[in-house]
């Protein structure tokens, strides 16, 4: 591709900015590396005033914004992450809606475009990312630009009933007609979609596909970090997430402790590692959530540990991708059980970072992305905490060979989509 690409995503680091949680910069990374690139989002600070910042690294130009403090409890809390984020991922029972919430989510969207066309050139392609941008692209057109535009939700499309349930649905979801190219991460996905334009009698002239995201095999399967665990002659399974209610963090850790409990001759020969760095810490839920998965996790160790050490370790810690590869390669089983997810990249670096002679075992939810791809890993309801707990004495006692074969399909799968062949494909048809 020729032409110059301007991503926009809600929050933009600029370069050597500490590493943080949100997969959105390594998937990316392969093609700007490629493609002459302008990058422009939010600097993640708050200031009354409209800050613009830009810092080049190759052929990137990262341009970033300074929310207000109003902008960023109305638009960034409230809207995107109290109605679209939980109602997106089935957690209507969390959406809290406010009017002036949904303005300042369009206001800071105006915000973005204004100064997004001080940057746009003739034959640049615009690549908008994420629920916290639905309307970009129509407040662009609306502002006469013509260029092509596409829009790619890294989060789960809902059935029509779910989304129906946001207020002023129709207004928000019309927005992603004026897309060029409309993507998601899954078939599925785009079956709620075209089902809600069905339901809506919506007409729709964008090309809207699958791309379902994928990780730079290659060079994921090169880091080697530090070896962090350090817990000879017990098997380690292993939890990665965010903090986020989303991600089936409890009910993951009542299904260990249901196995603990049932399997007394496991006591004693595996320990659960489970790392969640926090993220949107001024919400409520995840304030709850924070509170009860420390207290449940005290209480299964109070319970179940001895003087030799806890059966779950709990960390809130942020660890490099290279060093979480470690982490993966060191342990004997993952677990990866959100609730919903739209891709979770997690499973697919678990499964990269294995050593191919003695593998370790994935166990993924039914309800992430990633399980279209990964069919060899064990396949579990989440919300199924015996199946789950079924689940984890099934991959601690998997043979050898079956763990090989499992891995060798899902590795199969993660090499015919890998590194930027997700973002290839879909700027070929921008």
């Known amino acids: 591709m020729n032409k110059r690409l301007i991503l926009v995503s809600n929050r933009v680091s600029l370069p050597g900015s500490p590493v943080r949680a949100g997969g959105l910069e390594v ?23 409209i800050n613009l910042k830009t810092e080049t690294k190759n052929n990137t130009d990262y341009v970033v914004i300074d929310l207000s403090q109003e902008e960023y409890n109305d638009y960034y809390n409230g809207f995107a992450n109290q109605v679209v984020w939980p109602l997106f991922h089935y957690r209507n029972d969390l959406t809290e809606f406010k009017r002036f919430e949904l303005q300042a989510y369009y206001r800071v969207n105006l915000k973005f475009a204004n100064e997004i066309i001080k940057l746009i050139k003739e034959d640049d392609i615009i690549w908008v990312h994420d629920y916290h941008l639905i309307p970009l692209g129509c407040i662009l057109r609306q502002k006469g630009i013509k260029n092509r535009i596409g829009y790619f939700l890294h989060i789960p499309f809902p059935v029509a009933e779910v989304v129906e349930m946001m207020p002023s649905h129709k207004e928000v979801i019309d927005c992603l007609l004026e897309y060029d190219v409309l993507g998601f991460q899954t078939e599925k996905d785009v079956d709620n979609f075209y089902g809600y334009c069905d339901s809506h009698k919506m007409t729709n002239l964008s090309i809207v596909q699958a791309f379902p995201v994928s990780i730079d095999l290659n060079h994921f399967q090169k880091m080697n970090g530090k070896s962090l665990i350090n817990i000879p002659d017990k098997k380690i399974i292993i939890g990665v997430d965010r903090l986020d209610y989303t991600k089936g963090l409890l009910r993951k850790t009542k299904a260990f402790e249901l196995f603990y409990e049932n399997n007394p001759d496991w006591h004693n020969k595996v320990n659960y ?35 030799s050490g806890n059966v779950v370790r709990y960390t809130n810690k942020l660890y490099t991708r290279s060093n979480l590869a470690k982490i993966y390669r060191d342990s004997h089983v993952g677990l990866v059980t959100p609730l919903r997810d739209g891709m ?3 499973a697919k670096e678990y499964v990269a970072a294995q050593r191919s002679v003695d593998p370790g075992v994935l166990i993924l939810s039914q309800f992430a992305g990633s399980a279209d791809e990964l069919k060899s890993a064990l396949i579990v309801n989440p919300y199924d905490v015996g199946e789950v707990a079924s689940s984890i004495r099934q991959a601690l006692t998997m043979s050898l060979e079956e763990r090989r074969e499992r891995h060798e399909l899902n590795m199969e799968a993660l090499k015919a989509n890998c590194g930027d062949n997700w973002s290839e494909q879909f700027l070929k048809l921008l």
């Open 273 to 307: 590692i489970q790392i969640a760095p926090p993220s949107r810490t001024h919400i409520d839920e995840y304030k709850s959530l924070s509170r009860n998965l420390s207290a449940l996790i005290g209480e299964i160790n109070s319970k179940h540990g001895d003087i």
């Open 344 to 346: 979770n990249l997690v």
């Open 27 to 49: 998937v990316l990374s392969p093609i700007i590396n490629k493609v002459p690139t302008v990058w422009f989002g939010w600097s993640g600070n708050i200031s009354n005033e």
